[in-house]
């Protein structure tokens, strides 16, 4: 899933996407083969580190573990093992209510770590589900304690992705507790947006691979309301919405929005 401007995604969206990368076919599949080559450590675990280090990260590093779209990564007290760094694809994060409904609070993309939610107690906090054909890379917790040990600047940096999961939560907070509906939906599609580019993809045109009423369920949204923003957007000619896929057409309205919604409350 910072602000709302900069949220990814909740822990951090199935606002999950499958963008274009800038010139290439979106069919194009790029499967680095170790730490070394991966066009994701500048923002994943080896971000900051020699080639040394991250050549003893690699050394730890478990990688190929498929998931289809369904499968689990993880279930909700299931005993903490590993951290798990997302290679392709896209999944969501979720908690289920006494009664049976499902509470998304996050979805991750590639290059995003998940696990730190078991680190205080042992046991992860919510069930982890892939919403495409995904691969994550494994890191056993107990190898990488070790590791960090020994590296400082992997633990520092470590320590920077927590505080961003903890900015995050603030974000989502603020999201939830303050912001109207078309807010909200406004801010979601920027943090999609800024994401993206951030990996090298489009930051106008990307396919959501979450259904509206999980975006509604993320935002705290009824599905109903989360389809008339939508329509507000496409009508107003803020965006274009072909089946799953979005275009931004004026991303500088769509922060204007907020800007606009937050004045209102004042």
Known sequence: ??????????????????????????????????????????????????PHEVEQLNGIVHRKRALKRGDYLRRA?????????????????????????????????????????????????????????????EIPFAD?????????????????????????????????GSMRAEERLATFLLNLSQRFAARGYSSTQFVLRMTREEIGSYLGLKLETVSRAFSRFQNDGLITVKNKSIEIKFPERLRALMGECASTRQ
Not at 109 to 135: F, Q, R
């Open 1 to 50: 899933m910072g602000t709302p401007a900069t949220l990814h995604s909740r822990a951090d969206t199935r606002a999950t996407v499958i963008p274009m990368r800038r010139a290439e076919s979106a069919n194009v599949v790029h499967c680095p083969t170790s730490c070394q080559t991966c066009s994701l450590r500048e923002i994943c675990l080896p971000a900051g580190l020699g």
């Open 144 to 176: 990488f304690e070790r590791l960090s040990r020994t590296l400082p600047v992997l633990q520092q940096h470590f320590h920077r992705v927590m505080s961003r999961e903890i900015t995050r939560d603030y974000g989502i907070m603020l999201l939830l």
């Open 77 to 137: 007290g299931n005993p903490m093992q590993s951290l798990y760094a997302v290679r392709t694809g896209h999944l969501k994060s979720s908690v289920l209510h006494e009664d049976g409904r499902e509470q998304v609070t996050g979805f991750h993309m590639m290059g995003e770590l998940l696990g730190m939610d078991a680190i205080a107690t042992g046991k992860h906090a919510c069930d982890v589900i892939a919403l495409e054909d995904s691969e994550i890379c």
